[in-house]
């Protein structure tokens, strides 16, 4: 007889990861009720949200066409070659390793670092433009993330593993079983870039579970002690910061840390706080929904498409898993998921027309 759940058939998305992650970040935290319900609401919301962007794409008259695969592998060969070398030019500019001597990371150059961000974005668009071999695949993830690393940051090493294991899987390259085992390595690298830190840093403790309570614990600050908006002025300055549009010259983290009385450092309230702070309650459907809408079609473009659908899909994906405990609030980031909502939108009117030809 045929198990109730297969796991075999079934078909993992973010939606399953991130409320499977919000729930242990309430449990390994010791917040407040209230914040415990908010978290898990929400993650509950994306979850249902990303069902129906899913189900939209479904309903509407789309038939996919053919792309050309070989622009949108050197299109991604580009982002690495654009990665790599500001990678690199930023190690020469700061003169040091950031991943050892963590006081160096502030000197980066900021335009070296952004365009370093390009990597995992072009390594996610080649493998889902390719078939390259997946011994390939793993040998220069391996290598790209050793290269990341040196500048100290571990979101980028993690953004770039996570998406090469979303473009491999929603490609069909490798499946549920590979998945976990993917997730696992995943996992021990996480920790153990964490316990570096933590030991060049000289910090004690279990470095996942302490960084979870303190960004969890500054949410509970903010749902408990928090009253009125902010009305957007926290994700504004993600442009204002850089002088993009008028407003304020501190970054989003900033901003956070300066509300609740801290100064000199910046501070991550985990994707639900910048909300709260800056549209109240109220404010995490709309924000919660768009998200789960654009990851669904997103996912389901990616799926028939492959190619730059998939692999800024990949990405996108990564980044919201992500951001549960670094928000999205970096101005970077936030271009990636226009991107994404572009290349949705162009691959739903494209499918449109090749249903009328």
Known sequence: MKNFIDFKDLKVGPHHIFVILSSLFVLFSSVSGSTSLIVLFSS????????????????LEFKPYKIDFKKHYLFGIFLI???VLFTILDLLWVRGVPLFDPVSRKFLNVLYTALSHMLPLGFAIAIS???????????????????????????????????????????????NNALVYSFLVLFIVTFGLSFLRHSVLGI??????????LTMSVLDVIVN??????????????????????????????????SIGITGVTITPTIFG?????????????????????????????ECLKGAYLGVYSIMAAYFL????????????????????????NGIFKGILNVKK
Do not use: C, W
Not at 47 to 58: D, M, R, T
Not at 204 to 213: A, F, L, M, V, W
Not at 285 to 299: E, K, N
Not at 325 to 342: P, R
């Open 322 to 345: 992500i951001g549960i405990e670094t928000g999205i609030l970096d101005f970077d980031v936030i271009m990636v998921y226009l991107l994404g909502a572009i290349l949705s939108l």
């Open 274 to 302: 910048a909300v709260l702070m800056d549209f109240g309650i109220l404010g995490i459907i709309p924000y919660f929904g768009i998200f789960g809408l654009l990851l669904g079609i997103s996912q389901k473009i990616g």
């Open 225 to 258: 002690n928090f009253t009125g908006t902010y009305e957007g002025i926290i994700h504004t300055s993600i442009f204002s910061s850089y002088g993009i549009i008028p407003g304020s010259r501190f970054g989003p983290r900033t901003l956070i840390a300066n």
């Open 81 to 83: 070659f654009i990665g």
């Open 204 to 213: 004690g403790g279990n470095p996942i579970t302490s960084r979870i309570s």
């Open 129 to 175: 433009s390719s078939k390259l071999s997946l011994k390939r695949i793993v040998l220069y993830s391996v290598a790209f993330s050793a290269l990341i690393m040196l500048l100290g940051y571990r979101t980028q090493v993690i953004l770039l593993l996570l998406s090469t294991v979303f473009s491999l899987y929603y490609s069909k390259r490798i499946k």
């Open 44 to 59: 509950f919301f994306f979850y249902i949200s990303f069902i129906s962007g899913k189900k939209l794409l479904k309903n």
